[in-house]
């Protein structure tokens, strides 16, 4: 097989299943995941190479895990952009802003990007955590709008969406864009 036939072979697509995250105190991630997002411990164990302390945790049985968190972070360096955690409604991401402001979870932002509607928190390290929910439109992104679902309706949130988004250049359903994203990826696949 000559380099050109390896570099154009068609490449099996993969899918994302887990994330480590450097941590200060990984039990104490653990509470907070537990708590807040369903999750279980899987595991705990010591590093072979470094000796850190190592907590598996999933929200899946067919995962061993999809966070790993360890206590490999350092003052001064970040641990990471955000983990995101994606519901099933704007109703559910509601109960969530709720109640992550009576336990005085750090509610960092509030964004209405149009194609989903968002609440990012503040882990006990200060990691960015993106709760959301797909809307049923797609705008062009970056896009957002303040607001506020610790005292805003749902119907109130939905209906400004609604309006808002459809004003935009390129609005159209999450179906819509769904088709031409497949379409795409499929075209990426057959092309290699």
């Given at each position: 097989?000559?380099?050109l036939?390896?570099?154009?072979?068609?490449?099996?697509q993969?899918?994302f299943?887990?994330?480590g995250?450097?941590?200060?105190?990984?039990?104490?991630?653990?509470?907070?995941?537990?708590?807040?997002?369903?999750?279980?411990?899987?595991?705990t164990?010591s590093g072979?190479?470094?000796?850190?302390?190592?907590v598996?945790?999933?929200?899946?049985?067919?995962?061993?895990?999809?966070?790993?968190?360890?206590?490999?972070r350092?003052e001064?360096?970040?641990?990471?952009?955000?983990?995101?955690?994606?519901?099933?409604s704007?109703?559910?991401?509601k109960t969530?802003?709720v109640?992550?402001?009576?336990?005085g979870?750090?509610?960092?932002?509030?964004k209405?990007?149009?194609?989903?509607w968002s609440v990012?928190v503040s882990?006990?390290?200060?990691?960015?955590?993106?709760?959301?929910?797909?809307?049923?439109w797609?705008?062009?992104?970056?896009?957002?709008?303040e607001?506020?679902?610790?005292t805003?309706?749902?119907?109130?949130?939905?209906a400004r969406t609604?309006?808002?988004?459809?004003s935009?250049?390129?609005?159209?359903s999450?179906e819509?864009?769904?088709?031409?994203?497949?379409?795409?990826?499929?075209?990426?696949?057959?092309?290699f």
């Amino acid at each position: 097989m000559t380099l050109l036939e390896i570099i154009t072979m068609p490449l099996p697509q993969g899918r994302f299943r887990h994330i480590g995250v450097p941590a200060f105190d990984p039990d104490e991630l653990g509470k907070f995941y537990t708590r807040w997002f369903g999750f279980v411990v899987s595991d705990t164990g010591s590093g072979k190479s470094d000796n850190a302390r190592v907590v598996f945790m999933t929200g899946s049985p067919d995962e061993h895990h999809q966070i790993a968190f360890a206590n490999l972070r350092r003052e001064g360096h970040p641990a990471m952009q955000q983990i995101s955690f994606v519901y099933d409604s704007l109703e559910e991401l509601k109960t969530m802003a709720v109640e992550f402001h009576k336990a005085g979870v750090p509610i960092l932002q509030q964004k209405d990007h149009g194609n989903t509607w968002s609440v990012y928190v503040s882990d006990p390290e200060g990691n960015r955590v993106e709760c959301y929910a797909p809307s049923p439109w797609y705008v062009q992104q970056p896009t957002w709008w303040e607001m506020d679902l610790v005292t805003e309706s749902v119907e109130e949130v939905f209906a400004r969406t609604e309006d808002k988004a459809r004003s935009l250049p390129g609005f159209c359903s999450r179906e819509e864009w769904q088709a031409r994203i497949s379409a795409g990826v499929k075209a990426n696949l057959e092309a290699f």
